[in-house]
C-alpha cells in the first residue's frame, strides 16, 4: 500500500501533466475539427478538386504533431505502449509527408469502389481525411 507521501507525490505528478495533455487534445481536436469541416465545406461548395489545398497547412501541423504522442508515450505521461504508438503515427506521417507531400498528384486521384445509386463510393483524399478526423 502506498505511503501518503507517495500519493502526494504521485497526486503532484498527475496534476503537473494533465494541463499540458488536455492543451495537447484540446490544439489537436480543434486542428482536426477544422480539418474535417474544411473538406466538407469545399466539397460540398466546390467538388473534391482542391480539397487538399484547402486543408494542406492544418493537416500538416495536425499530422505532425502527432509524433509527440510517441515522446508522450516514450517519457511514461501516457500508458501506451512505445513501439505501437511509434509504429501508428509512422503510418500516417509516411502517408502524409512520404506520399502525398512527396507526389502530390496523388491528392487528385482516387480508386473507384462502386455505385450506390447516383453516387460512387471512392477511396481518395476526401476519404482520407475525413478518416483521420
Given at each position: 500500500?502506498?505511503?501518503?507521501?507517495?500519493?502526494?507525490?504521485?497526486?503532484?505528478q498527475?496534476?503537473?501533466?494533465?494541463?499540458?495533455?488536455?492543451?495537447?487534445?484540446?490544439?489537436?481536436?480543434?486542428?482536426?475539427?477544422?480539418?474535417?469541416?474544411?473538406?466538407?465545406?469545399?466539397?460540398?461548395?466546390?467538388?473534391?478538386?482542391?480539397?487538399?489545398?484547402?486543408?494542406e497547412?492544418?493537416?500538416?501541423?495536425?499530422?505532425?504533431?502527432?509524433?509527440?504522442?510517441?515522446?508522450?508515450?516514450?517519457?511514461?505521461?501516457?500508458?501506451?505502449?512505445?513501439?505501437?504508438?511509434?509504429?501508428?503515427?509512422?503510418?500516417?506521417i509516411?502517408?502524409?509527408?512520404g506520399?502525398?507531400?512527396?507526389?502530390?498528384?496523388?491528392?487528385q486521384?482516387?480508386?473507384?469502389?462502386?455505385?450506390?445509386?447516383?453516387?460512387?463510393?471512392?477511396?481518395?483524399?476526401?476519404?482520407?481525411?475525413?478518416?483521420?478526423?
Amino acid at each position: 500500500m502506498p505511503t501518503l507521501a507517495a500519493s502526494d507525490q504521485l497526486l503532484t505528478q498527475k496534476r503537473t501533466k494533465n494541463p499540458y495533455l488536455f492543451i495537447y487534445n484540446a490544439v489537436l481536436l480543434v486542428c482536426w475539427t477544422a480539418v474535417l469541416a474544411l473538406t466538407w465545406r469545399e466539397v460540398l461548395a466546390n467538388g473534391k478538386a482542391n480539397v487538399y489545398t484547402v486543408t494542406e497547412s492544418t493537416l500538416k501541423i495536425a499530422q505532425t504533431a502527432a509524433l509527440l504522442e510517441v515522446v508522450h508515450s516514450a517519457v511514461g505521461l501516457v500508458r501506451s505502449p512505445v513501439m505501437i504508438t511509434a509504429t501508428q503515427v509512422a503510418s500516417r506521417i509516411w502517408i502524409l509527408w512520404g506520399v502525398v507531400v512527396a507526389v502530390p498528384s496523388v491528392t487528385q486521384q482516387s480508386v473507384h469502389l462502386f455505385r450506390v445509386g447516383e453516387y460512387d463510393v471512392e477511396i481518395g483524399v476526401v476519404s482520407l481525411l475525413t478518416a483521420w478526423a
